[in-house]
């Protein structure tokens, strides 16, 4: 089977980012698993497979909001406010993956670490919103949380790229225009 340039073009024109969700059903393991895949089919220089996962699903969520908060308590990092919104933000949808890149001692191959991850990232929004789920691609409140590393199974080095809230879309929201392209061509 091929995939048309514009069939590709329309799915990602129609990912979104989303919470609208529906929060009683489940995204099975499986297909999470199955998006993971995808992600590993993202460009990886040197080969280094950077990408870590952890899935967290029904009072693991709270678990993965308490690590994190624990850890900025320590660090006197973020308001009450953050700490609190915090504490709960994860239980928003059914599903979160925690995406993390590898460290790497070469700084060149550390940095290409995290772009093939923010790649895989990309095949993993677009899968789930292939499936019908709604995405949502948050930052981490403290990117090398030890509490959230050690909880995920994460090595200590590893950075925290991406926490993807993952459910059933209930509905889609329009997305904002874009820009116009503008493209430096060079001919000679």
């Not at 993202?42 to 497979?49: C, S, V």
Request: net charge negative; glycine share 6%.
């Amino acid at each position: 089977m091929t995939t048309t340039f514009d069939d590709l073009s329309e799915l990602i024109r129609s990912r979104r980012t989303s919470m609208l969700v529906d929060s009683s059903r489940e995204v099975p393991t499986e297909i999470v698993e199955q998006l993971c895949a995808l992600a590993q089919w993202a460009p990886n220089h040197k080969r280094t497979w950077p990408w870590r996962f952890a899935l967290f699903t029904g009072t693991g969520r709270n678990r993965l909001g308490e690590a994190f908060v624990a850890d900025m308590n320590d660090r006197d990092y973020g308001d009450e406010g953050k700490r609190a919104k915090t504490l709960t933000k994860y239980t928003r949808t059914p599903a979160v993956l925690v995406i993390g890149a590898a460290a790497d001692d070469n700084p060149s191959r550390h940095d290409e670490n995290r772009d093939a991850v923010a790649a895989g990232i990309q095949n993993v929004l677009l899968g789930a919103t292939a499936l019908g789920l709604a995405s949502y691609w948050g930052t981490a409140p403290l990117i090398d949380s030890p509490r959230v590393l050690a909880l995920c199974g994460f090595e200590p080095d590893v950075r925290i790229i991406n926490v993807m809230c993952l459910g059933w879309a209930e509905d889609v929201p329009t997305g904002p225009e874009r820009p116009p392209v503008e493209l430096a061509v060079v001919d000679a």
